[in-house]
């Protein structure tokens, strides 16, 4: 799973342009799945058929990862950025970015090293070591994602964009292991999360699956002075309860409940003051779906330097299969 | 000139009749089906010309303009006749005072009041009005009088005519609303042509609202891909430093790579450009992912419909006047037009 979690988080792949990231999912899952296909927003979804009698199921994570867009290169070469997705401005500067073209740049501000505070946007510029716009390796339009080499501390794994290629790496791991389940699976690799859930909503459109879960990573409640909140990094994987855009299927929560009891599988329960999943999209879609989340806790989301654990990630992935070997009865 | 009728129609969301009745009468003869949905789209099917290939994608095309502009909705009448209003779409209340409107189905005038220099202290000069103690005066008597004139829920409009400026050079028009109606009289000049494919010509309801028309529309179209026609954005005016407007007047159509609603789909993006520099048509990117556009709505229908936006650069959008250039709009006709012949030959799903 380590690999799986390297090669992804290492692959470039911002919201909208999730071209590297489902190349290199359809490889790792090719000869697993009975199908895979593209859908019309670049989702790849990936069916794993059922020996029959089982349940259409959707297991979503998302490719994709936040960045920065440029929207103007100045006279001298450097570019000024917009944000895609949730992009904080303290933790940029001074970290390198990457286009999907391999250019890479150094994030600056107008207040370099006379500030200890955050940068505000229109401050902010890309320093791609271009003199003017004639020479820049990139243009306007293009999208830049943080670069930052993937490192293991132990349990502990260290990377940008953890969120949510973990989750992407957990969907895989628990197909390969899955081997033989009465439920027809849809493991839906999604696009566009990140700047509103928008790829699972077209994806869960046109599967119209009977349970639905999506695979990403939360926060913790476990850093100095972190607000209240009782997940912990490597307690094992959390089954959310509620976040800012969702409240869990109780019969989805239950199903992951029990299933974590059976099996032995040490889980959390989450609740999530902010922010949202695919599963908010996912259960609005058609008529509705009774779906669930199963979170990977994470610190520093949405930083270079994401944190999960590996045991929470093993925890997932094993859960996935036991659920998914045995009958739905919600 | 339709870009003068369209401009001088009055139509705020959920109100767009005017503006219906208007491009009704510029597509006949132009278009094989014709309908109006229940959220007030018309929608138009200029059928493919010639026949489209075998397993070629896409096939069908939708291409949408929204039909609504920004504007006001009466939600009081004073006990002194002035009439009390609620903003439709977004406007900055700075822009709304001392403007002339027109109100209702019967376009009553009237003023959105507000005292003069001499009755307001140096202070709260300084300070943005509170529109919330604003009215509109139509001149009544009293609330009696107001009421034999306007009804609760009638729309205000701001009043501007269409005219001409600058015909020698930029070719300059000013006028209301050119956010979208630049869009439906492009989206109108591309119905004049014969296509190898079947063209959806989507005029949409209640955009400035939250794409809602778009919405439904896509439902119902079910198009393999789709582009929106907008007014968009032109701040072209001089900046203190080296920061880009987000578009240029008379540079050409503004592409967009991503706005807050949509992630323009890539190959569409890549088929303008390569479409505009083939032809050596102007084009720029806008330079902002700032707004939202019908795209935002269309994008998400159903399955999914790779979407892109190319828009009219229009100085002062959401406010009484526009300004646009009309050779901006026609080079977004001539792109729009020679975009869909190039996709006859197919593009990679």
Known sequence: ??????????????????????????????????????????????????????????????????????THI??????????????????????????????????????????????????????????????????????????????????????????????CAVLVQALRDLGESPH?????????????????????????????LAIDVTDTGDVPEAPPM????????????????????PGVKQWMIDGAERLGIPYQREVLQLGSTDARAIQMSRAGVPTGALSLPARYIHSPSEMVDLRDLQGASNLLVGLLKEPIAL | MLLKDLSEARGVSGDEGAVREVLLKAVEGLVDEQRVDALGNLICLRKARRPIEEGRWPRTVMV???????????????????????????????????????????????????????????????KAPDIGKAAIDIG???????????????????????????????RTVKGKAFDDRAGCAALV???HEDYALDLYAVFTAQEEVGLRGARVAAFAVNPDVAFALEGTICDDLPKKKDVSPVTELGKGPALTFMDQSVIADRRLVRLLVDTAEGLNIPYQFKRAAAGGTDAGAIHLAREGVPSAVVAVPSRYIHAPVS??????????????KAALHTMEGGLNA
Not at chain 1, 190 to 204: D, H, I, K, M, N
Not at chain 2, 323 to 336: A, N
Request: hydrophobic content about 40%.
């Open chain 1, 230 to 249: 009782a997940v912990d990094l490597g307690a094992g994987p959390a089954v959310k309860v509620m976040d800012r855009g969702f409240l869990s299927h």
């Open chain 1, 1 to 70: 799973m380590k690999e799986i979690i390297r090669t992804l988080t290492e692959a470039y792949g911002p919201s909208g342009d999730e071209g590297q990231v489902r190349a290199l999912i359809e490889e790792m899952v090719r000869g697993v799945v009975t199908e895979m296909r593209t859908d019309p927003l670049g989702n790849l979804i990936a069916l794993k058929k059922g020996t029959g009698g089982g349940k259409r199921v959707m297991i979503a994570a998302h490719m994709d990862e936040i960045g920065l867009i440029v």
């Open chain 1, 184 to 212: 027809d699976v849809y493991a839906v690799f999604t696009t566009q999360e990140e700047v509103g859930t928008r790829g699972a909503l077209v994806s869960a459109f046109g599967i119209e699956p009977e349970v639905a």
């Open chain 2, 64 to 126: 949408t303009a929204h039909m609504d502009e920004v504007g006001l909705m009466i939600t009081g009448i004073n006990g002194d006749g002035t009439l009390r209003f609620e903003k439709v779409g977004g406007i900055d209340d700075r822009v709304l005072l001392s403007k002339q409107v027109l109100v209702g189905k019967d376009a009553v005038p009237g003023v959105i009041g507000y005292p003069p220099i001499h009755l307001i202290p140096a202070a709260d000069r300084q």
């Open chain 2, 323 to 336: 300004m646009l250039s009309l050779d901006d709009l026609d080079h977004t006709v001539q792109l729009m």
């Open chain 2, 189 to 191: 000049e591309l119905l």
């Open chain 2, 140 to 170: 009544a008597k009293d609330k009696a009088g107001a009421e034999r004139l306007v009804s609760l829920g009638d729309y205000a409009t701001f009043r501007t005519c269409y005219e001409v400026l600058d015909e020698g050079g930029l």
């Open chain 1, 74 to 167: 100045d006279k001298k070469g450097f570019l000024r950025v917009g944000r895609v997705g949730g992009v904080f401005a303290p933790t940029l500067m001074g970290g390198r970015v990457r286009f999907a073209n391999g250019t890479v740049g150094v994030i600056g501000s107008e207040k370099w090293l006379r500030s200890n505070d955050a940068p505000k946007w229109e401050e902010v510029f890309i320093d791609v070591g271009a003199t003017s716009p004639d020479d820049a390796p990139v243009r306007v339009g293009d999208v830049a994602c943080f670069s930052r080499p993937y490192e293991e501390m132990g349990d502990r794994l260290i990377a940008k964009a953890m969120d949510d290629r973990a989750g």
